[in-house]
T-cell receptor, first 113, second 115 residues
Framework: GENVEQHPSTLSVQEGDSAVIKCTYS??????FPWYKQELGKRPQLIID?????GEKKDQRIAVTLNKTAKHFSLHITETQPEDSAVYFC????????????FGGGTRLMVKP | ETGVTQSPTHLIKTRGQQVTLRCSSQ?????VSWYQQALGQGPQFIFQ???????GRGNFPPRFSGLQFPNYSSELNVNALELDDSALYLC??????????????FGNGTRLTVT
């Protein structure tokens, strides 16, 4: 089955700096990679996703890159703000697995004012 | 448009008991998935239902079972509760087809504590 590794487990940045979270996956058939943000005591919320037919996707301050050959994908947050502080999860799945996401272990991002 | 709603929000049970958790999917969504999130970890897939049929199962024992109803709402049942079942149980819905990936929308979860 799929295995997703996520690094780092914690990340502390100064407000305004960039943050990068990296994930690797094992199943070369995986073709859908969402990122979720989970604030303390709240539901995971989808912030961006990418499919394997593109290498990069951007939405305002958030971008995701995908390297299918190396089987890794990354989340980039620019101009970080204190409200970006949360736990971020990457995940992977493929069409034949429906919505059975395999999640990484999570990254706790702390943005210091 | 209402989002995914789960009940109850919190639950305390004793080891060996049975529990039923409920989920109402987002309007227009016909696929429901259940995930278990232990403290400090990522969610783990339990199973998924598409049009009232189980459409995939993760590495969970048979004492974890579920149902999906004609209105696409769903239940998660856990029998013979164990201490390790203590976790946040998340329900997610999506508008997808059974073999096509679509974004998941999560509910706020049910926090289950087994003592």
């Amino acid at each position: 089955g799929e295995n997703v590794e996520q690094h780092p487990s914690t990340l502390s940045v100064q407000e305004g700096d960039s943050a990068v979270i990296k994930c690797t996956y094992s199943d070369s058939a995986s073709n859908y990679f969402p990122w979720y943000k989970q604030e303390l005591g709240k539901r995971p919320q989808l912030i961006i996703d990418i499919r394997s037919n593109v290498g990069e996707k951007k939405d305002q301050r958030i971008a995701v890159t995908l390297n299918k050959t190396a089987k890794h994908f990354s989340l980039h947050i620019t101009e970080t703000q204190p409200e970006d502080s949360a736990v971020y999860f990457c995940a992977a799945t493929h069409n034949n697995a429906g919505n059975m996401l395999t999640f990484g272990g999570g990254t706790r991002l702390m943005v210091k004012p | 448009e209402t989002g995914v709603t789960q009940s109850p929000t919190h639950l305390i049970k004793t080891r060996g008991q049975q529990v039923t958790l409920r989920c109402s999917s987002q309007s227009g969504h016909n696929t429901v998935s259940w995930y278990q999130q232990a403290l400090g970890q990522g969610p783990q897939f339990i199973f998924q239902y598409y049009r009232e049929e189980e459409n995939g199962r993760g590495n969970f024992p048979p004492r974890f079972s579920g149902l999906q109803f004609p209105n696409y709402s769903s239940e998660l049942n856990v029998n013979a509760l164990e201490l390790d079942d203590s976790a946040l149980y998340l329900c997610a819905s999506s508008p997808g087809m059974r073999d096509r990936v679509s974004p998941l929308h999560f509910g706020n979860g049910t926090r289950l504590t087994v003592t």
